[in-house]
């Protein structure tokens, strides 16, 4: 498909000068129509920081120090980082919406769930009339799956399920083209995560729409994301088709979180977790930030960076980018199955 948002070596610092640390480097990648695209990695890595710095929610002392954010709209290509502030509050919500970390409190506690969203329809579709706008709720409220019986429900009186269902309508109301989540459904239990999820992904195939679905959660990722980007200490160390990611990861870290991580030493057995912690963004190791902890570390990962290379087309439409060297592991049999 076609790219929709191009985001270019992006920088975004926390505080400025000395006191300032870099909490995402050169972040770099493309989502395309249609696509589900997953940023996946342990927490602090920089997420959510790169999620709120290209829709431009980033709140002080978040600062972006570089980097290009293209929104592709339907009025031509926009510079989301050159953009003015009219601009963007046009575009957040119609055109690309958030659904946060935590979204389940975000909603009006002294409001009815339909007002909330026919509201919303009322300041950004001026043109649709009351009953249009009526008809309009109540049809996203039933696509994602919430009955009529519950339109005048007050957000109290709803599950976390119900709740983070109604965000969800809140964020598909104007059609947007691209739909960034940050872990929308950590909080809730995993049938009802599920449920929602496989609404989402019918809603997606329906309305067209792409997604940045950001968690902590891999293996979500492989089941519902095409493409995955795996971060650690603010910079995207793998991207790549997620089933090629999955089948055969390039980066040690990215085996790491897929839970097969090998034992130094004797027999390999698969381990919950990477030993060790990821650094202080105050003392980020030179090179690879992931050499102190990897056991594929070569001595040149402790000043070089391994650098994303250029997508490999092994056949048309199936890129491959991966890792370069250095730290490529070896032929990865602790991956499962
Ligand atoms: P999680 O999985 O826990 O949500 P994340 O990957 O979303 O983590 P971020 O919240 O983006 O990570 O944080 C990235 C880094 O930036 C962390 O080291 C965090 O401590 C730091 N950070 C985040 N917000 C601020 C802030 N307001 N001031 C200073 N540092 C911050
Ligand atoms: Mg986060």
């Known amino acids: 498909g076609e790219p929709v948002l191009e985001v270019r070596d992006l920088c975004v610092d926390y505080g400025v000068g000395r006191g300032g640390v870099r909490a995402v480097t050169d972040a770099t990648l493309t989502l395309r129509r249609g696509e589900v695209l997953g940023l996946a990695g342990e927490s602090g890595s920089g997420k959510s920081t790169l999620a709120y710095a290209v829709t431009r929610l980033l709140r002080a002392p978040g600062v972006i120090t570089g980097g290009e954010v293209r929104f592709h709209g339907p009025d031509g290509v926009l510079d989301l980082l050159e953009a003015d502030a009219a601009t963007l509050r046009k575009v957040r919500w119609d055109q690309i919406s958030v659904v946060f970390q935590s979204a389940m409190h975000a909603l009006n506690p ?70 960034i989540m940050d872990e929308p459904t950590t909080a809730l239990d995993v049938v009802t995560q599920r449920e929602i999820l496989d609404e989402l992904m019918q809603l997606k195939d329906r309305l067209g729409f792409a997604i940045v679905f950001i968690t902590h959660d891999l293996s979500l990722l492989i089941e519902l994301a095409d493409t995955i980007a795996i971060m650690y200490a603010g910079r995207i160390v793998e991207l790549a088709d997620a089933q090629r990611l999955f089948h055969s990861p390039r980066h040690p870290y990215t085996l790491g979180l897929l839970n097969s991580f090998p034992a130094l030493h004797g027999e390999r057995v698969r381990m919950e977790g990477i030993p060790g912690a990821p650094p202080a963004l105050t003392a980020l190791p030179a090179g690879c930030a992931f050499h102190p902890r990897c056991p594929f570390a070569l001595e040149r990962c402790a000043h070089d960076v391994p650098r994303l290379t250029e997508p490999r087309l092994t056949e048309p439409g199936l890129a491959e980018p991966g890792l370069a060297e250095p730290a490529e592991p070896a032929e990865p049999d602790g991956a499962p199955a």
């Open 110 to 179: 002294v409001a009815r769930i339909d007002a909330q969203l026919t509201d919303a329809l009322r300041a950004h579709r001026s043109q649709l009339g009351a009953a249009e706008r009526r008809e309009r709720a109540v049809e996203l409220l039933r696509l994602v799956g919430i009955g009529e019986e519950r339109l005048r429900s007050y957000p109290h009186e709803l599950s976390g399920g119900m709740r983070q269902r109604v965000m969800i309508a809140m964020a598909l109301a104007l059609e947007p083209r691209v739909v």
